[in-house]
């Protein structure tokens, strides 16, 4: 919902900054996974995080891909149809996300 709303007013292309953000064409475990390393261990984290609509909505505008200045004079429509549409998915305006983090522990 979120990404589609983005869409609609940055393109799907993922910005960085000026230009666009290339799709890495190795994951870091496959590049740790080359020698000299012989042993990969992945540990996972995972943590809940509440989000408000308002928080969401600040932390979008904080994305490399949707900042003000790539938005410019679309940023308040943007945040008027982001909130519309976050409060049309949950209209208690509170939202949760399991956010994972891994670690790769890698040894010779």
Known sequence: MVADVRSA???TARRAG???YPKP???CQSAVERPPFSMIEVVPFDQVVARSAEELIGLELSNSYST???LGERREPFEVELRRALL???PSGQYEETIRTEALI???
Do not use: I, L, M
């Open 18 to 20: 000026a230009g666009a």
């Open 88 to 90: 049309t998915y949950d």
């Open 9 to 11: 007013y940055v393109g």
């Open 25 to 27: 064409t190795e994951t």
């Open 106 to 108: 890698a040894t010779r």
């Open 68 to 70: 003000p200045a790539q």
